[in-house]
Nanobody, 117 residues
Framework: QVQLVESGGGLVQPGGSLRLSCAAS????????MGWHRQAPGKQRELVAS???????NYAYSVKGRFTISRDNAKKTVHLQMDSLEPDDTAVYYC???????????WGQGTQVTVSS
């Protein structure tokens, strides 16, 4: 069982930056693929970025070149560095852990990101 706690959300102006963090407890962190998803009002939850247990990354087309996902297995954390933020990036951002053994998903409670002038 993995517990995930996100932090780092907030209000930022267009063009600004935020760094989201997700701290994991329980489980063997290095065995989990990690990801960030987001859900805007009235829209479905979508994958933003993911990183495998081996460090391979994948990004949604809309955030490529602006967002960077990273993980620290020793500290059991995953980060999402978000640069050049746009109003369309406004959403609740969720941390996700997927067990490589059985594909079971775990979710954090979410953190709000608002991009507005």
């Amino acid at each position: 069982q993995v517990q995930l706690v996100e932090s780092g959300g907030g209000l930022v102006q267009p063009g600004g930056s935020l760094r989201l963090s997700c701290a994991a407890s329980g489980g063997i962190f290095r065995l989990y693929a990690m990801g960030w998803h987001r859900q805007a009002p009235g829209k479905q939850r979508e994958l933003v970025a993911s990183i495998t247990s081996g460090g391979s990354t994948n990004y949604a087309y809309s955030v490529k070149g602006r967002f960077t996902i990273s993980r620290d297995n020793a500290k059991k954390t995953v980060h999402l560095q978000m640069d050049s933020l746009e109003p369309d990036d406004t959403a609740v951002y969720y941390c996700n852990a997927r067990a490589t053994t059985n594909n079971r998903d775990y979710w954090g409670q979410g953190t709000q990101v608002t991009v507005s002038s």
